[in-house]
């Protein structure tokens, strides 16, 4: 369901900017359907991944009870001279850490993936590919970023981190 107050065309709710401490519009969407132990994390995810005025949101709300099943929200964000990302992301309520949390953000480039990769992502280091047409480059553990061939001479990057 798209999300009041985070259509890609600012809606007169979004005209004032909200106060910074305030929860946005994704947090204060899964706390009215009951997921409260969530909400942090949703806070925090979608405000990294660039969650504002000049962003769509879809929420695919969780079945009761609410609080304890696994939930995902999508936005689109803009992502510079890229044009747009779809972003993924998914929070696991009632978790060890409170709330687990994964996102992936994907984007087409116009550039060869090699450009995407050591311009976009230098701090990444590559690892081997998943078979031919998919790179992998590897910061960290649980944050990799997957390039894949899109057309002639673009790419496609998806980023995904596992939030701990």
Known sequence: MPLEGAASAPAPAQAAAPAENAPNALTRAVVQRGVLSCAARVEQVSRFLGFGPQAGAYLMPPAAPADQRLFAMQMEVPAGAAGNS?????????????????????????QSCEAVGSQQFANFKASPALVRDVTVLDLAPLTKVFLMKAGASGCISIKKEIVS
Do not use: E, K, L
């Open 86 to 110: 779809f972003v993924d992301m998914s929070f696991a309520p009632q978790q060890a850490n409170g709330c687990g949390a994964t996102y992936q953000t994907v984007t087409f480039w116009p």
